[in-house]
């Protein structure tokens, strides 16, 4: 088995334990020490099961049984740049589907592979709760919207070629998947409040709702 060299054991400790020490009970903190040792390999790997067991004092078996259910978490290494399109229902009758059919020939790998330059990787990924941008693609978890098989794949060619990317909504510096996972192990990146929000189709609802002057019912204990 492959194990962290001193150096990096030290600091993924010391990363773990400021992670722990904000939950009541040590085992629930896998969530996001699991994103801690993704952040260190691009991927769980078993040196990252055995570090996590560890630390929460849990056997291997329930780590892995934690970290193959969820699809955030990756069972082999990731590109820089994680490259999800959304299939759902809403998105695909956009052009979701023929998006992920052209993207996936134009860069020549499919479902959870990456390029053999280690630059992208793929997922068909479902609803990320934007469907009022569909279709929508997502590069290391920040949002881009109102997507076509164009615009997606000169996006891949984009970041293939290290140019810089601004994400639609959100920060305006896209971070590599390696430094996304270490903001959702609960290291913030200072980013957070950065960038535009979601805005225009977001608020239609409203305004159509103030026009009318429509309000919400009354609970029936009201």
Same mark, same amino acid.
């Given at each position: 088995?492959?194990?962290?060299?001193?150096?990096?054991?030290?600091?993924?400790?010391?990363?773990?334990?400021?992670?722990?020490?904000?939950?009541?009970?040590?085992?629930?903190?896998?969530?996001?020490?699991?994103?801690?040792?993704?952040?260190?390999?691009?991927?769980?790997?078993?040196?990252?099961?055995?570090?996590?067991?560890?630390?929460?004092?849990?056997?291997?078996?329930?780590? /892995?049984?934690?970290?193959?259910?969820?699809?955030?978490?990756?069972?082999?290494?990731?590109?820089?740049?994680?490259?999800?399109?959304?299939?759902?229902?809403?998105?695909?009758?956009?052009?979701?589907?023929?998006?992920?059919?052209?993207?996936?020939?134009? /860069?020549?790998?499919?479902?959870?592979?990456?390029?053999?330059?280690?630059? /992208?990787?793929?997922?068909?990924?479902?609803?990320?709760?934007?469907?009022?941008?569909?279709?929508?693609?997502?590069?290391?978890?920040?949002?881009?919207?109102?997507?076509?098989?164009?615009?997606?794949?000169?996006?891949?060619?984009?970041?293939?070629?290290?140019?810089? /990317?601004? &994400?639609?909504?959100?920060?305006?510096?896209?971070?590599?998947?390696?430094?996304?996972?270490?903001?959702?192990?609960?290291? &913030?990146?200072?980013?957070?409040?950065?960038?535009?929000?979601?805005?225009?189709?977001?608020?239609?609802?409203?305004?159509?709702?103030?026009?009318?002057?429509?309000?919400?019912?009354?609970?029936?204990?009201?």
């Amino acid at each position: 088995m492959t194990t962290y060299s001193p150096e990096v054991r030290e600091r993924l400790e010391r990363d773990a334990k400021e992670i722990i020490g904000r939950y009541p009970k040590t085992r629930s903190a896998l969530l996001p020490l699991l994103h801690l040792v993704q952040a260190e390999d691009g991927y769980v790997s078993d040196a990252g099961q055995e570090f996590c067991a560890e630390m929460l004092g849990l056997s291997k078996a329930e780590v /892995v049984g934690v970290s193959t259910f969820y699809t955030m978490y990756k069972r082999k290494p990731a590109g820089e740049y994680h490259v999800g399109v959304c299939i759902n229902a809403l998105c695909a009758i956009m052009g979701g589907d023929q998006i992920w059919d052209e993207l996936s020939e134009h /860069v020549g790998v499919g479902n959870g592979d990456t390029t053999a330059d280690g630059k /992208v990787s793929l997922e068909r990924i479902e609803c990320n709760a934007a469907c009022d941008f569909a279709p929508v693609m997502m590069v290391n978890w920040e949002f881009f919207d109102n997507q076509t098989p164009e615009t997606a794949k000169r996006l891949v060619d984009d970041l293939r070629a290290g140019k810089e /990317v601004t &994400p639609t909504r959100g920060p305006g510096r896209l971070c590599s998947f390696k430094d996304a996972s270490r903001v959702l192990a609960g290291l &913030p990146d200072g980013q957070a409040g950065d960038g535009p929000s979601a805005a225009g189709p977001s608020l239609e609802g409203l305004k159509i709702a103030k026009a009318n002057g429509w309000t919400a019912p009354k609970g029936a204990s009201e």
